[in-house]
């Protein structure tokens, strides 16, 4: 409780117990301590560069080396099929000798173009419509 009568507050429940007061606090700065903590974050922040330069130019050697196993894989696949051809002879059972390899048979028919089917459509349906006309014209006399 609070006592009105003008007396000073009891020390026991005041809550500046024990806390300095701006006429006795003393502010000193410890110089070299501040020094050495702006030393380390600066060491810190070169350091986490280097890590970062570090990082970059080990993602782009990963990738190299990817690139370069590719290549490899694909240098000894083409090797092995040079070394294949290579090897080959006349009495290979993957070679089969043909006398006129370019030569088509008298009964082949070659392969028409779409512009070519179109118009041989076009004009059958001609004629199929004059044919028409025709038999028409001839059912016309008769009857």
Do not use: W
């Amino acid at each position: 409780m609070r006592d009105l009568s003008g007396s000073r507050p009891d020390p026991e429940c005041s809550p500046q117990k024990n806390r300095p007061t701006k006429r006795n606090r003393k502010y000193k700065t410890d110089f070299p301590a501040l020094q050495e903590k702006e030393l380390l974050e600066a060491i810190k922040l070169q350091l986490q560069q280097k890590i970062d330069e570090a990082f970059e130019h080990l993602c782009v050697l990963q990738d190299l080396r990817q690139t370069m196993l590719t290549d490899l894989q694909n240098k000894n696949i083409t090797l092995d099929i040079d070394v294949e051809q290579y090897n080959m002879s006349v009495d290979s059972n993957a070679i089969s000798h043909k006398p006129h390899p370019t030569r088509r048979p008298k009964e082949y028919l070659l392969p028409i173009s779409l512009a070519t089917s179109l118009l041989l459509v076009v004009s059958l349906a001609l004629v199929l419509v004059l044919c028409a006309q025709f038999l028409i014209a001839v059912v016309k006399v008769v009857l």
